[in-house]
């Protein structure tokens, strides 16, 4: 492996840990260009200078994509803790990337089923490589502040919509929007995410075993082979009823989540039609979805780094119980009433992102270090089962809604969401610290209230 070896990558001493959040930043900012596939699939589909495929179509190469994201992150974890980050990493460049060139190639072709295979298949795969890549890294450098840690790279993966949007728009208006022009999108976006994404796998370091954050009493001396604090394997963790809890926290807030931010722009046209003109609305729609992803990426980091200080169990009653009643104002009080909608939703949506960022440091305080990166994984086929559920709860009972005006249309679905938090909130209710008998080595167990707080 040589180059690629985790023992190639182990930092020098004085080295800077803050080298390590760019790394991380360097491939969640470019993976996170999932959040901005609407953009290229309103111009594959159909209107007005539009290539005309059916919304089918057009969504399977998401949808394939965040399937394989979870699949692969699940499969690969393992993988990923063993051969060490640089090596997970630059698998996800090569994936990621490649994907759109495969994409750029079937545009080229006028096959659109390469852009499925592509984006879809090969680039899910590179999104799910790349998600886990940094997480057990980031936390052995920040043990002191695990939260804060992975919410600044997975910010990065909520915020990668917001530099990709503008920049998939502007190579639609150059090259135009015929297979040629999308071709040529793809292409350019393929290499300009290799050559990001390589500051990361090149930048990224490991801490030596025997390093410990600044200001760090280190560890006393113990008997040959004990380790501190929890060391559970990813095999014996998804064993656990700690796990399948933490499994059913991340799958409903997620999908309270995501049910909002896949139908954010009518929604909000529903829930302001008498208001103003049409013309007004529209406008104000599409920038309620851009503010949408703002509150995404922030919660990521702010909710995150909370949790550090308050306790990752604490955070995840506000994101869980609060989010109900979020959900309950907004059908009781957010028709017509922009403020109270506004304020809701853009809560909702940061417990949403930050839900991703903590969850992590959670695995991390019950599990450890040992190999937090494969439990993440596993734990991330939430995530999948969540991208199915919420917009499916949505959609599905909307259109059933048939003529229902305005908000009344939601009232089932955002009821559903209220149900599904608050049987999260009892999941995190349950999780308790994970008996030591369970560790890999004997280990010195953390303090319950740290665990469990």
């Not at 495929?53 to 949808?63: D, I, K, N």
């Not at 979870?70 to 990923?80: C, E, K, N, Q, R």
């Not at 199915?388 to 048939?402: K, M, R, T």
């Amino acid at each position: 492996m040589g180059f690629l070896d985790r023992s190639a990558i182990v930092a020098p001493p004085g080295w800077s840990r803050w080298l390590v959040p760019p790394a991380a930043l360097a491939v969640h900012l470019s993976i996170g260009q999932a959040y901005a596939w609407s953009n290229l699939k309103t111009g594959l589909g159909t209107g007005d200078g539009n290539l005309g495929y059916s919304g089918v179509a057009t969504a399977l190469p998401f949808q394939l994509a965040i399937v394989m994201l979870g699949l692969s992150a699940a499969f690969g974890g393992t993988t990923v803790e063993r051969r060490g980050p640089r090596w997970a990493m630059l698998v996800s460049t090569i994936f990621f990337s490649g994907g759109f060139l495969i994409s750029a190639l079937g545009m080229a072709l006028s096959q659109y089923w390469l852009v499925v295979v592509g984006y879809g298949f090969f680039g899910g795969i590179g999104l799910g490589i790349g998600y886990i890549s940094p997480v057990s890294t980031l936390m052995k450098w920040f043990a002191d502040r695990p939260g804060m840690a992975t919410g600044i790279a997975i910010m990065g993966f909520g915020g990668g919509a917001l530099i990709a949007a503008p920049i998939e728009t502007a190579l639609m208006a150059t090259f135009g929007k015929d297979y040629g022009g999308f071709s040529l999108t793809f292409l350019v976006m393929g290499i300009g995410y290799a050559i990001f994404m390589s500051m990361g796998w090149l930048l990224v370091r490991v801490p030596a075993d025997d390093w410990t954050p600044p200001n760090t009493p280190r560890p006393t001396a113990q008997a040959s082979g004990t380790t501190t604090g929890p060391a559970v394997s990813a095999a014996t963790a998804i064993r656990l009823p700690q796990f399948w809890l933490l499994w059913i926290v991340l799958c409903f807030n997620v999908t309270a989540g995501i049910g909002l931010l896949e139908r954010a722009n009518p929604i909000y046209r529903d829930f302001f039609a008498t208001t103003a003109p049409s013309t007004q609305i529209a406008a104000a729609a599409g920038a309620f979805v851009s503010i949408l992803s703002l509150a995404n990426m922030l919660g990521r980091f702010v909710w995150s780094s909370a949790s550090d200080v308050i306790g990752r169990k604490n955070i995840y009653r506000l994101y869980l119980g609060v989010g109900a009643l979020l959900y309950l104002v907004i059908l009781t009080l957010g028709e017509g009433n922009k403020v109270v909608f506004l304020v809701a939703a853009l809560l909702i949506l940061s417990f949403y992102g930050a839900g991703f960022a903590t969850i992590p440091a959670y695995l991390k305080d019950l599990f450890g270090t040992y190999q937090v990166g494969a439990i993440h994984g596993r734990l991330l086929t939430a995530w999948s089962a969540a991208g199915v559920l919420g917009p499916l709860v949505v959609n599905a009972i909307v259109d059933a809604q048939g003529d229902v005006p305005g908000p009344g249309k939601y009232s089932v679905s955002f009821t559903i969401m209220i149900g599904l938090l608050v049987v999260g909130f009892v999941a995190n209710e349950l999780v308790k610290p994970v008996d030591p008998k369970f560790y890999e080595s004997t280990a010195t167990p953390v303090r319950e209230e740290e665990t469990a707080r």
